[in-house]
């Protein structure tokens, strides 16, 4: 028992050495600063933002009759985009994208073809979880089979929507399948139309 106390003395003499050592040391020099910064950015509020793959698309005979020639082509691919939070999202918000075309005007002088002859057939790369809706195929005119919706794209008509803004955050990717019909004796020659797409909410 003797022993035993001795050494647990010997350990107290020993640390308290130590420490004795350490709180008699003094500084060397003056000693080295060193500044601490950061940048702390502001957030941004996310946006809802629509971009299109291409600016031209060419369309080439595919399906023509002896009475209709028909020409197709593929839409470029148009992806909407929504960065924002479900809380910065208004209740009730949905959007949409839609497109409405120009009549083909010739280079060369011929009568243009009117917009009312160019349908789609719109797309959707969906993940499956029915956030977003295709928008319904649009007919020629010259398509009767297809009526009341052989309109064309004279006017507005729906690419893809969002049901629920809130719901389809995240990015959404939307085709479509572009048919032009014509007459058969239409004059030759390169023609141009443009369709304009729009992004609403």
């Known amino acids: 028992m003797a022993k ?24 060397v020099g003056t ?13 941004d509020p996310g946006v809802l933002a629509m971009s299109v793959a291409g600016t031209t698309t060419t369309l080439a005979e595919n399906g023509s009759t002896e009475t209709v020639r028909q020409f197709t082509g593929d839409l470029p691919t148009v992806t909407v985009t929504d960065t924002r939070t479900a809380e910065e999202i208004p209740d009730g918000a949905f959007w949409w994208v839609e497109g409405t075309a120009s009549s083909f005007v010739g280079d060369a002088g011929q009568a243009p073809i009117g917009a009312e002859n160019l349908g789609w057939s719109p797309s959707l790369v969906d993940d499956g979880s029915g956030a977003v809706a295709v928008g319904p195929d649009v007919a020629p005119a010259l398509d009767t089979a297809e009526a009341p919706n052989n309109v064309g794209l004279q006017g507005r008509e729906l690419l893809a929507m969002a049901l629920t803004s809130d719901e389809a955050i995240g990015s959404w990717e939307a085709g479509a399948t572009l048919t032009l019909q014509v007459p058969a004796d239409v004059e030759p020659g390169s023609y141009s139309s443009t369709i304009t797409l729009s992004l609403f909410e």
Do not use: C, P, Y
């Open 4 to 27: 035993r106390v001795t050494v647990a003395a010997f350990g107290g003499v020993m640390l308290a050495g130590v420490a004795g050592a350490a709180f008699a040391e003094e500084q």
């Open 31 to 43: 000693g080295s600063d060193v500044d601490v910064n950061v940048t702390i950015e502001d957030i």
